[in-house]
């Protein structure tokens, strides 16, 4: 059986493949390499020419002028030139509707060659897309990731990304996707309510980690709590950062000879991860109601995450330890979790012990990898 799965996300792909490859199934991922994070792909679409020669000065004022990425037309060339590479699977996983990242025109285009030479053709439903962002938009629920920009439209700017698959380019693009795929995969609950009642949507297959690769040390706090944030620029206020930035400065001059606090911003992936090595608390998200791939990663090192762990998760899993810290935006409530961290940091050791086993229960990749191969199949 021979895979190919398109695009990257977080390192889902990339996980997802190694769990493929120890169920020995042959596996193909190809795609860009989501911006800083500089993931490793098999076949890579990244521009090269506009991202690293003196072009890019003019793909920045062609952007700037225009509001148009002339690097797409890169992005389809590595594409076409090698094109031969992805086709003859007997499966196909989408990392979402728009797994090139080119433009949603162009995607259409590159996607048709993916549907007419390939066998069957799934969608993850991660990141952003038309269904889970209309769904946010409509329905009651307390916070969502453009809950800043409702609040304050002057915040525009920030969601740009995320507010373009409401244009009518990708709509089109979904509408062409949606037609052609087999099924879509919600990645967490946060899709899977989105996609609950959709007639195309499996059921939930959480995100792959790899447990082999993200050793386990059990944490003893003999000194100072450490607290990891890493901020994601362009995501800043989606992932509702300035809530940890201010409970951070709180939290500095509450306890200055009690913790050890590193803030870092847009750096590439293997960077990020040896930094938050030491730590003992990682800030990821506010807005979402389960864990993204950072905070899950986190949580298979022992470290105490503070992201969604909302009633529907807990619900759906069945959890009754405490597995990370719930996150809302609720910039009081940040201060006081990590007060009463900082203050009972037993409770630390004993949380990163409960995210460990949760991660090794629920997220180890081979068992994920057979949970798709199990939702191919059907």
Same mark, same amino acid.
């Given at each position: 059986?021979?895979?190919?799965?398109?695009?990257?996300?977080?390192?889902?792909?990339?996980?997802?493949?190694?769990?493929?490859?120890?169920?020995?199934?042959?596996?193909?991922?190809?795609?860009?390499?989501?911006?800083?994070?500089?993931?490793?792909?098999?076949?890579?679409?990244?521009?090269?020419?506009?991202?690293?020669?003196?072009?890019?000065?003019?793909?920045?004022?062609?952007?700037?002028?225009?509001?148009?990425?002339?690097?797409?037309?890169?992005?389809?060339?590595?594409?076409?030139?090698?094109?031969?590479?992805?086709?003859?699977?007997?499966?196909?996983?989408?990392?979402?509707?728009?797994?090139?990242?080119? $433009? =949603? *025109?162009?995607?259409?285009?590159? /996607? @048709?060659?993916? !549907? #007419?030479?390939?066998?069957?053709?799934?969608?993850? &439903?991660?990141?952003?897309?038309?269904?889970?962002?209309?769904?946010?938009?409509?329905?009651?629920?307390?916070?969502?990731?453009? $809950? =800043? *920009?409702?609040?304050?439209?002057? /915040? @525009?700017?920030? !969601? #740009?990304?995320?507010?373009?698959?409401?244009?009518? &380019?990708?709509?089109?693009?979904?509408?062409?996707?949606?037609?052609?795929?087999?099924?879509?995969?919600?990645?967490?609950?946060?899709?899977?309510?989105?996609?609950?009642?959709?007639? @195309?949507?499996?059921?939930?297959?959480?995100?792959?980690?790899?447990?082999?690769?993200?050793?386990?040390?059990?944490?003893?706090?003999?000194?100072?709590?450490?607290?990891?944030?890493?901020?994601?620029?362009?995501?800043?206020?989606?992932?509702?950062?300035?809530?940890?930035?201010?409970?951070?400065?709180?939290?500095?001059?509450?306890?200055?000879?009690?913790?050890?606090?590193?803030?870092?911003?847009?750096?590439?992936?293997?960077?990020?991860?040896?930094?938050?090595?030491?730590?003992?608390?990682?800030?990821?998200?506010?807005?979402?109601?389960?864990?993204?791939?950072?905070?899950?990663?986190?949580?298979?090192?022992?470290?105490?995450?503070?992201?969604?762990?909302?009633?529907?998760?807990?619900?759906?899993?069945?959890?009754?330890?405490?597995?990370?810290?719930?996150?809302?935006?609720?910039?009081?409530?940040?201060?006081?979790?990590?007060?009463?961290?900082?203050?009972?940091?037993?409770?630390?050791?004993?949380?990163?012990?409960?995210?460990?086993?949760?991660?090794?229960?629920?997220?180890?990749?081979?068992?994920?990898?057979?949970?798709?191969?199990?939702?191919?199949?059907?």
């Amino acid at each position: 059986m021979k895979i190919l799965l398109l695009g990257e996300y977080s390192n889902f792909h990339n996980t997802l493949k190694k769990g493929l490859e120890k169920l020995n199934y042959s596996v193909v991922l190809a795609g860009r390499k989501d911006g800083f994070k500089s993931l490793p792909v098999d076949v890579s679409f990244e521009p090269q020419l506009l991202a690293k020669t003196p072009l890019k000065y003019l793909r920045y004022l062609l952007i700037k002028l225009f509001k148009f990425d002339i690097a797409a037309f890169e992005t389809s060339y590595y594409f076409f030139r090698n094109k031969h590479k992805l086709k003859g699977f007997d499966y196909v996983q989408l990392i979402n509707e728009y797994p090139i990242k080119s $433009t =949603p *025109y162009f995607d259409k285009i590159l /996607l @048709k060659f993916i !549907f #007419k030479n390939n066998n069957k053709i799934y969608v993850s &439903a991660c990141g952003n897309d038309v269904i889970y962002l209309n769904y946010i938009l409509n329905a009651d629920l307390p916070h969502h990731i453009l $809950t =800043p *920009y409702i609040k304050n439209p002057k /915040l @525009k700017e920030h !969601f #740009k990304y995320s507010l373009a698959y409401l244009n009518t &380019a990708h709509k089109k693009l979904h509408n062409f996707v949606l037609e052609n795929a087999e099924a879509y995969i919600p990645g967490d609950m946060d899709y899977e309510m989105a996609y609950k009642n959709h007639p @195309k949507a499996k059921p939930l297959i959480p995100f792959p980690i790899n447990i082999d690769l993200l050793a386990y040390k059990p944490v003893k706090i003999k000194d100072k709590v450490k607290i990891f944030h890493g901020i994601n620029r362009i995501n800043y206020h989606k992932k509702g950062n300035d809530f940890f930035c201010s409970a951070l400065n709180f939290i500095k001059e509450k306890y200055p000879n009690q913790v050890d606090i590193v803030e870092v911003e847009n750096i590439p992936y293997k960077d990020y991860i040896s930094l938050y090595n030491e730590s003992h608390i990682l800030l990821d998200q506010v807005y979402a109601y389960d864990q993204g791939y950072n905070a899950l990663e986190a949580m298979a090192k022992g470290k105490v995450v503070f992201t969604g762990v909302s009633e529907e998760f807990l619900d759906h899993y069945k959890i009754k330890k405490r597995i990370a810290i719930n996150t809302t935006p609720n910039l009081q409530e940040i201060i006081d979790n990590l007060s009463y961290l900082i203050e009972n940091p037993k409770e630390i050791e004993s949380i990163s012990k409960n995210a460990r086993d949760y991660i090794e229960e629920i997220h180890d990749y081979k068992k994920v990898a057979q949970q798709y191969i199990d939702c191919w199949n059907t």
